[in-house]
């Protein structure tokens, strides 16, 4: 007779669990490659903020200098609206433009007269001579002094 065989039954090993050492390992390694990525875009993110934060400075500081110049520039046509209101921006404006004067006040011309011109080292000074008050505006008698019409 043939020997009888044995069956055998096979060895099961029970599921074996990482350790705990190696998941320690593990997952430290997770938290640190994660926190480094995290610091990478943080730098990434606040460098541009960084720039952009540079941008505004420079235009605050462009924005400030034209508001000065604007407020000087505000002062000073204060100060001439209120000289041209005054009294006597009124009579300067009253003279020269209106042929105004004030009363027992005589308005004088002067016209150059062109003597003969002479060879002599010496020429004789222009002669000037006093007109009486006319019509004719103060723009039109110098007018006609410098340009001769």
């Given at each position: 007779?043939?020997p009888k065989r044995q069956l055998r039954m096979p060895?099961?090993?029970?599921?074996?669990?990482?350790?705990?050492?190696?998941?320690?390992?593990?997952?430290?390694?997770?938290?640190?490659?994660?926190?480094?990525?995290?610091?990478?875009?943080?730098?990434?993110?606040?460098?541009?903020?960084?720039?952009?934060?540079?941008?505004?400075?420079?235009?605050?500081?462009?924005?400030?200098?034209?508001?000065?110049?604007?407020?000087?520039?505000?002062?000073?046509?204060?100060?001439?609206?209120?000289?041209?209101?005054?009294?006597?921006?009124?009579?300067?404006?009253?003279?020269?433009?209106?042929?105004?004067?004030?009363?027992?006040?005589?308005?004088?011309?002067?016209?150059?007269?062109?003597?003969?011109?002479?060879?002599?080292?010496?020429?004789?000074?222009?002669?000037?001579?006093?007109?009486?008050?006319?019509?004719?505006?103060?723009?039109?008698?110098?007018?006609?002094?410098?340009?001769?019409?």
């Open positions: 007779m043939a060895k099961i090993r029970p599921p074996t669990l990482p350790r705990p050492e190696r998941i320690q390992r593990s997952s430290l390694q997770l938290i640190t490659w994660g926190l480094a990525a995290f610091a990478i875009y943080l730098m990434v993110l606040f460098s541009g903020m960084v720039v952009q934060e540079y941008r505004m400075q420079q235009q605050i500081a462009l924005r400030a200098s034209e508001n000065a110049q604007r407020e000087q520039e505000q002062r000073n046509l204060q100060d001439r609206l209120a000289y041209v209101r005054s009294d006597a921006a009124i009579e300067v404006l009253a003279r020269d433009r209106l042929d105004m004067a004030r009363p027992n006040e005589t308005v004088l011309q002067l016209n150059i007269v062109d003597p003969a011109p002479t060879t002599g080292p010496n020429p004789p000074a222009p002669v000037v001579a006093v007109v009486p008050h006319e019509s004719v505006p103060n723009w039109r008698r110098w007018w006609n002094i410098l340009f001769g019409s």
